[in-house]
């Protein structure tokens, strides 16, 4: 079994059940689902989102009128999806973002919101992703996805000690996530261990933690993967607002599009 595979099996469990609350939460400004709305506007699909979750900005562009699939490997987030939607009813697809096949159906747009290509940790996953991706987009039909941009004084620090970094509402109760870090910088990893302490009436009443892995890039790094994998017009952005990549930039943002 892959690392990849692990880290979906545990996805399926504590995270999922957190996901809505504390991302909803985190990701309040809606300037990822502002950017990949406009992307998707402009091909005027049909769409497909990679790691879809539960929906938070797939759901979006299917209300605007779009055509939109959602693929993800896990059940559960899925799951959540359908019950979030509604009468929305999202094509979904459980299947893994490196390897699926929905030929020979083809979109204009592909997109991958909120670092789930993070979760890519060699070199051959990612470029089978970004193959798979490319062969399933129309001529000039384009990819986008995102990953954080590391902070040089940070990837350095092999450990950091247990913080407060979240509170959310969730189901009458407040959670507050802990999170503790462990770094690889040989191999551009980071490990999070995740706690979720949920309290009602001032009272702790659960702890439940999770661990995830996630894959870090440099620019240049992702700019040479997208050239090897046969992408055109590769441009990378510092955050969702298009502004160019500098040092304490939040975000890479990356755009590429499939040969014409």
Known sequence: MSETSEFHEAYNQVIARYYDGA???????????????????????????????????????TRRGLECVG????????ERLRERAGALSPALVLGRMQDFDLSPRRFQLVYAAFRPFQHLYTVDEQLSCLRTVRNHLEPGGRFAFDVFNPKLDQVGKLMEPEVSDLRFQQGGCDVVRYVSLRRDPVRQMVEALMRFETHQCGQVIKNETELIRMRWFTRYELEHLMARAGYENVVIYGDFEGSAVEQGSPELVVVGSAPR
């Not at 993800?72 to 899925?78: E, G, H, I, Y």
């Open 23 to 61: 991302y909803e939460t985190m990701l309040a400004s809606g300037a990822d689902v502002r950017f990949y709305s406009e992307l998707a506007l402009e091909r005027s699909g049909p769409v497909l989102e990679l790691g879809c979750g539960t929906g938070r900005v797939l759901l979006e562009l």
């Open 71 to 78: 693929l993800d490997s896990s059940r559960t987030m899925l």
